[in-house]
């Protein structure tokens, strides 16, 4: 059963640090773009980030860009979101999706327009609150 697994979240202080983990089981992650987005209360889910299959392009929204950073290591089948000099406003749940076309199709530079409707696989979740 292929299915993703975020983990990594938790509480943390305004301007401190967490990496979150996006593992894979059942299928690699090789050949896909793995996209992780996030969702506050009452709000709609946001897409932050997206790193292709062969690690060649990364996109990030505006208000991640030079906090957050994605990275991935295809041997141990996981991606990385470091998540630095954190804010209350980055309060949600994230979530890491997969896209097997291994593009960022839906990207342009730090725009992105598709509402996560083209990935094929997606985690459950990992909860981020960073106090003020």
């Known amino acids: 059963q292929e299915q993703l697994v975020e983990s990594g979240g938790g509480l943390v202080q305004a301007g401190g640090s967490l990496r979150l983990s996006c593992a894979a089981s059942?299928?690699?992650?090789?050949?896909?773009?793995i996209g992780w987005f996030r969702q506050a209360p009452g709000k709609e889910r946001e897409g932050l980030s997206c790193?292709?299959?062969?690690?060649?392009?990364?996109h990030y929204t505006d208000s991640v860009k030079g906090r957050f950073f994605m990275t991935r290591d295809n041997a141990k089948n996981t991606v990385y979101l470091q998540m630095n000099s954190l804010k209350p406003e980055d309060t949600a749940a994230y979530y890491c999706?997969?896209?097997?076309?291994?593009?960022?199709?839906?990207?342009?530079?730090?725009?992105?327009?598709?509402?996560?409707?083209?990935?094929?696989?997606w985690g459950q979740g990992t909860q981020v609150t960073v106090s003020s």
């Open positions: 790193i292709s299959s062969v690690g060649d392009s990364t």
């Open positions: 999706a997969a896209e097997r076309r291994g593009r960022c199709t839906y990207w342009k530079g730090s725009e992105y327009w598709n509402a996560g409707h083209e990935y094929d696989y």
């Open positions: 059942g299928f690699t992650l090789d050949d896909s773009a």
